[in-house]
T-cell receptor, first 114, second 115 residues
Framework: AQSVTQLGSHVSVSEGALVLLRCNYS??????LFWYVQYPNQGLQLLLK??????LVKGINGFEAEFKKSETSFHLTKPSAHMSDAAEYFC????????????FGQGTTLQVKP | KAGVTQTPRYLIKTRGQQVTLSCSPI?????VSWYQQTPGQGLQFLFE???????NKGNFPGRFSGRQFSNSRSEMNVSTLELGDSALYLC??????????????FGPGTRLTVL
């Protein structure tokens, strides 16, 4: 069965610092992986996704993630944090066409300090 | 192109009542999925519809039901509301079912409060 673990429910960085949000997955099949962002009182916005091919995936707003099969990880990074990056971030794995669902991690709240 | 829309955005109900939430997918998208988001349980899959047929269902009681219309719009219904049903209900649409390589686009959600 597929599962997702996000390490750290809260991450705090200074503006301009590196952002690193950790995600580990478990999947019995080649995974499709996603990062979504949720701003207060809003829905989920897709940042990036990995399906097949290049393991370094670039997304919107300067974010990128690297798929590492050997480590079963899909960590999200951004070289320089902006105040506008403060939000909750969710890592998700597609659970297979027989279920049709995304399985989400518990989320990581990113705080950006001035 | 307009995004996924959900109505209403906020809803307050009392225990025992029933509620219907609506979701209009992105134009051309035929698959609609519903998720419940709570602080304790996080994001949990409710069900998925494609071409007016429920393809998959999550682990929720029968009080939770849904349907999809021929124009791909979807509704979900919760009967006999309980306090624990208070949550943000998110709808997501995609071109095809399954949500694998195809991206699921989420709406802003309906915030349901049960008193």
């Amino acid at each position: 069965a597929q599962s997702v673990t996000q390490l750290g429910s809260h991450v705090s960085v200074s503006e301009g610092a590196l952002v690193l949000l950790r995600c580990n997955y478990s999947s019995s099949v080649p995974p499709y992986l996603f990062w979504y962002v949720q701003y207060p009182n809003q829905g989920l916005q897709l940042l990036l996704k990995y399906t097949t091919g290049a393991t370094l995936v670039k997304g919107i707003n300067g974010f990128e993630a690297e798929f590492k099969k050997s480590e079963t990880s899909f960590h999200l990074t951004k070289p320089s944090a902006h105040m506008s990056d403060a939000a909750e971030y969710f890592c998700a794995v597609f659970a297979g066409s027989n279920t049709g669902k995304l399985i989400f991690g518990q989320g990581t709240t990113l705080q950006v300090k001035p | 192109k307009a995004g996924v829309t959900q109505t209403p955005r906020y809803l307050i109900k009392t225990r025992g009542q029933q509620v219907t939430l609506s979701c209009s997918p992105i134009s051309g998208h035929r698959s609609v999925s519903w998720y419940q988001q709570t602080p304790g349980q996080g994001l949990q899959f409710l069900f998925e519809y494609f071409s007016e047929t429920q393809r998959n269902k999550g682990n929720f009681p029968g009080r939770f039901s849904g349907r999809q219309f021929s124009n791909s719009r979807s509704e979900m219904n919760v009967s006999t509301l309980e306090l624990g049903d208070s949550a943000l209900y998110l709808c997501a649409s995609s071109l095809v079912p399954g949500g694998g390589t195809d991206t699921q686009y989420f709406g802003p959600g309906t915030r349901l409060t049960v008193l």
